[in-house]
């Protein structure tokens, strides 16, 4: 495993653990909402954590830089303001969204700086790596 690997597995597990935990702890949520479209938005982010999971844990996407963790925080934030939207009606039901939103917006930032840094880095990272490999048609 080389280190730009293990950058991108880094970053990729922070997003997917954040979303992951989020999904999962809004299940109580779930059940103490009034009806069914005030109960969507949280099934929405149980979905996307579920999602994210199922993602990082398929194949060898950990280790890859991809959009799809930062387009999954994106659809989260999106997520809960339509939901707050859709709970306006009943501000006792949408107080918590208030909250939900705030975090989700600063998780979006964070992920999107780190987003940006991590592919500083990996570039850093793979150009010592890159200059050790001697192409096969220089050797003697």
């Known amino acids: 495993m080389t280190s730009t690997d293990l950058i991108q597995r880094g970053y990729n597990f922070f997003v997917v653990a954040f979303l992951g935990i989020l999904g999962g702890a809004l ?24 999602l994210a999971v199922g993602w990082y844990l398929s194949g ?3 280790y890859s830089r991809s959009w799809v963790p930062l387009g999954l ?20 039901d949408a107080g918590d ?8 917006l600063l998780f979006v930032i ?8 991590v592919g500083r880095q990996t570039r850093q990272a793979s ?14």
Not at 78 to 88: F, H, I, Q, S, T
Not at 97 to 104: C, H, M, S, Y
Not at 110 to 115: E, G, M, R, Y
Request: no cysteine; glycine share 10%.
């Open 27 to 50: 299940i109580p949520t779930i059940a103490a909402e009034a009806g069914w479209l005030f109960k969507l938005d949280e099934v929405g982010l149980l979905v996307l954590g579920g």
């Open 110 to 117: 964070v992920s999107a700086v780190t987003f940006g840094l």
């Open 73 to 92: 925080s994106l659809l989260a934030l999106a997520d809960k303001v339509v939901g707050l939207l859709v709970e306006l009606r009943d501000l006792q």
């Open 60 to 62: 060898r996407h950990r």
């Open 127 to 140: 150009a010592p790596e890159a200059a050790r490999q001697v192409p096969s048609h220089t050797q003697q």
């Open 97 to 104: 969204d208030f909250g939900l939103i705030q975090t989700l």
